[in-house]
């Protein structure tokens, strides 16, 4: 039986701070500022009510299932014996597995290995010595031994002919930007068709 609840005395009660309780006691409602509670119900799109639909459907489908409509079947286990090809590699796999377990190493030749280090021709000793008179050179070279050199800017101007040049072809290209074809005079083109003297008919006859 268990015993009846037993209300806490006043001193084992929660003390709540002086601060926080004058501050809540003398706290105005009139300094809140109002808030506008906006209540939204968002719609299902209709494929989310087609798959609810589906799901529960499917539910309903499986709870209320009968199993006295199951047909009975019966389980027919098949062996499928190894054909020719199949025999011949496991015979194989089987013989190999059984020459590398029972192999003697007692049958094994003795070998003594030789170390080889051959020495490099003349050609390459000749490389390398220029590889490492060059490495040498860059490695202890004296800037001390280099000497102070000016570099000459040089503007090359061009000869009196090619400003000539360039001022007539200047002229020639803002003569023909500026031509004026106000300025042209009217011609008539007149078609002239000799007839040919007597004197070229008698040779063209004789001819």
Same mark, same amino acid.
């Given at each position: 039986?268990?015993?009846? /609840?037993?209300?806490?005395?006043?001193? +084992?009660?929660? !003390?709540?701070?002086?601060?926080?309780?004058?501050?809540?006691?003398?706290?105005? $409602?009139?300094?809140?500022?109002?808030?506008?509670?906006?209540?939204?119900?968002?719609?299902?799109?209709?494929?989310?009510?087609?798959?609810?639909?589906?799901?529960?459907?499917?539910i309903h489908g499986v709870e209320t299932f009968k199993q006295d409509r199951l047909k009975r079947t019966n *389980?027919?286990?098949?062996?499928?014996?190894?054909?020719?090809?199949?025999?011949?590699?496991?015979? *194989?796999?089987?013989?190999?597995?059984?020459?590398?377990?029972?192999?003697?190493? #007692?049958?094994?030749?003795? *070998?003594? *290995? $030789?170390?080889?280090? /051959?020495?490099?021709?003349? +050609?390459?000793?000749?490389?390398?010595?220029? $590889?490492?008179?060059?490495?040498?050179?860059?490695? #202890?070279?004296?800037?001390?031994?280099?000497k102070h050199t000016t570099t000459q800017e040089k503007n090359v101007l061009p000869d009196p002919e090619a400003?000539?040049?360039?001022?007539?072809?200047? !002229?020639?290209?803002?003569?023909?930007?500026?031509?004026?074809?106000?300025?042209?005079? $009217?011609?008539?083109?007149?078609?002239?068709?000799?007839?040919?003297? !007597?004197?070229?008919?008698d040779q063209e006859k004789s001819a």
């Amino acid at each position: 039986m268990s015993a009846a /609840p037993v209300s806490p005395s006043l001193k +084992d009660l929660p !003390k709540v701070a002086v601060d926080l309780k004058s501050q809540l006691e003398g706290f105005n $409602h009139d300094n809140m500022k109002r808030a506008s509670t906006t209540e939204k119900n968002v719609l299902p799109t209709a494929e989310d009510v087609q798959q609810e639909k589906q799901h529960i459907e499917l539910i309903h489908g499986v709870e209320t299932f009968k199993q006295d409509r199951l047909k009975r079947t019966n *389980t027919t286990e098949k062996i499928i014996l190894p054909n020719a090809q199949d025999v011949a590699t496991e015979k *194989t796999q089987k013989a190999l597995l059984e020459g590398v377990e029972g192999f003697d190493t #007692g049958k094994l030749k003795h *070998t003594e *290995t $030789h170390e080889k280090n /051959p020495l490099p021709d003349k +050609d390459a000793v000749m490389q390398e010595k220029v $590889h490492q008179n060059l490495i040498s050179g860059v490695e #202890g070279f004296d800037k001390a031994r280099m000497k102070h050199t000016t570099t000459q800017e040089k503007n090359v101007l061009p000869d009196p002919e090619a400003i000539e040049a360039e001022k007539g072809q200047q !002229k020639l290209i803002e003569g023909i930007e500026n031509f004026d074809p106000k300025k042209l005079k $009217h011609t008539e083109t007149q078609e002239k068709n000799p007839l040919p003297t !007597k004197e070229a008919i008698d040779q063209e006859k004789s001819a």
